[in-house]
T-cell receptor
Framework: TQLLEQSPQFLSIQEGENLTVYCNSS?????LQWYRQEPGEGPVLLVT?????EVKKLKRLTFQFGDARKDSSLHITAAQPGDTGLYLC?????????FGTGTRLQVFP | DADVTQTPRNRITKTGKRIMLECSQT?????MYWYRQDPGLGLRLIYY???????NKGEISDGYSVSRQAQAKFSLSLESAIPNQTALYFC?????????????FGSGTRLTVV
């Protein structure tokens, strides 16, 4: 059973477009993290959100934690080829991280 | 040097062979983890260790074993490799006092069982 479902699974867009990736669960979490993974490397932490309704910005990336702390979204404004990668959400479940299924993003010049 | 080092980076092995994947860290973190990554399935936890004398099974531990030789070293063994263990394996570390700082991952080991 996958506790964290991400959508879409794949996304292919042109440079300059905006996009949103979703992470959904039926469980409530104390915090949620987003990671980006590039080919040949391990995931790297982008952000941690801990409060329901919280919004965090990291340059062109905006992360939001749902009010009920069951879901989260990642919005990228004016995507660039350097944003290409696998985006993973993750949440603590009894002291260890569980990961979502991932969204593979490809941004073409 | 990388904070979390995995060896080997790539390995091809035959069905039935025993294989060990190694992980070492310089972060000084107390917690270490082994994950497996398959397309469309994200990362799934195999084993984890919160301290040198602590070993815990994860979601998919069957067919795997681990050893925490020191705070900085955590190895994963496949006693008798089978083709459906072909996957990308990641070691990760975290600090129990700073869980919101996330996990630090190694670069992965790509294992192919033929």
């Amino acid at each position: 059973t996958q506790l964290l479902e991400q959508s879409p699974q794949f996304l292919s867009i042109q440079e300059g477009e905006n996009l949103t990736v979703y992470c959904n669960s039926s469980s409530v979490f104390s915090s949620l993290q987003w990671y980006r993974q590039e080919p040949g490397e391990g995931p790297v932490l982008l952000v941690t959100v801990v409060t329901g309704g919280e919004v965090k910005k990291l340059k062109r990336l905006t992360f939001q934690f749902g009010d009920a702390r069951k879901d989260s979204s990642l919005h990228i404004t004016a995507a660039q080829p350097g944003d290409t990668g696998l985006y993973l959400c993750a949440a603590l479940n009894t002291d260890k991280l569980i990961f979502g299924t991932g969204t593979r993003l490809q941004v073409f010049p | 040097d990388a904070d979390v080092t995995q060896t080997p980076r790539n390995r091809i092995t035959k069905t039935g062979k025993r294989i060990m994947l190694e992980c070492s860290q310089t972060k000084g973190h107390d917690r270490m983890y082994w994950y497996r990554q398959d397309p469309g399935l994200g990362l799934r936890l195999i084993y984890y260790s919160f301290d040198v004398k602590d070993i815990n099974k994860g979601e998919i531990s069957d067919g795997y074993s681990v050893s925490r030789q020191a705070q900085a070293k955590f190895s994963l063994s496949l006693e008798s490799a089978i083709p459906n263990q072909t996957a990308l394996y990641f070691c990760a570390t975290s600090d129990s006092g700073q869980l919101d700082y996330g996990y630090t991952f190694g670069s992965g080991t790509r294992l192919t069982v033929v």
